[in-house]
C-alpha cells in the first residue's frame, strides 16, 4: 500500500522555499517604490474628483468646535446633581442654540434650556433631557441620578483639529 505524504498543517502553506510576504507589506513597499508620474497641484475639492492625493489632509478645526448638547434639554452643573433624590433647580430667561451662545453663566442651583447642538453655556458641564423633567414658575425638578457630562458632545469628539483625516495616495470620489 502506498503511504500518503505528511499534512502540511496549514492550507495556505506554499512550497518550501517560497518567501510569502503580506499583502499589507507589500503593498507598502510598492508605494515607497513608486515616484508621482506628474507634479502636484492644488485643487478645489469638486475639481479633485478621480484625483490622487499627493499628500495627508489634516482637520483646519476640531469637530465639533465646542463642547456641545447632543439633546434638547436643560444645561446644569453636575454639582447640583445628587443621587437619586429630587433635584430642583431656578429655570435662567433666555436659552442656549446651535449658533447662538448663551452670553451670561449658568451658577450653581440654576438651569438654562439649550437646544441640540448649542455650546454649553459657562458654569455647565450636563445637559438633563428635557422630557425627564417638570418645568413650573420658573422651577425645573427632575429626578437623579445623572451622570456628569450627561448629553453632552465633547470638543473634538469626532475630528481633533491637525489630526490626519484624508492619507496621501487615497483616490477621491465624489
Partial sequence: MKKPPPPKNDC??????TNWTPVD????YLRL???CLVGTEKLSAVSAAGRVLAENVHALYSSPPHKNSAVDGYALNSKDLK???LISLTILPGNAAAGRPYPGEVMLGEALPIYTGAKMPAGTDTVILQEDTVSENNKLTFYGPLKSGA???DLGEDVEKNSSI???GRRITA
Fill in 33 to 35: 517604490a513608486s515616484k
Fill in 166 to 168: 484624508l492619507t496621501k
Fill in 83 to 85: 443621587d437619586s433624590d
Fill in 25 to 28: 507589506e507589500a503593498l507598502r
Fill in 12 to 17: 495556505f502553506a506554499l512550497p518550501q522555499g
Fill in 151 to 153: 448629553n453632552t458632545r
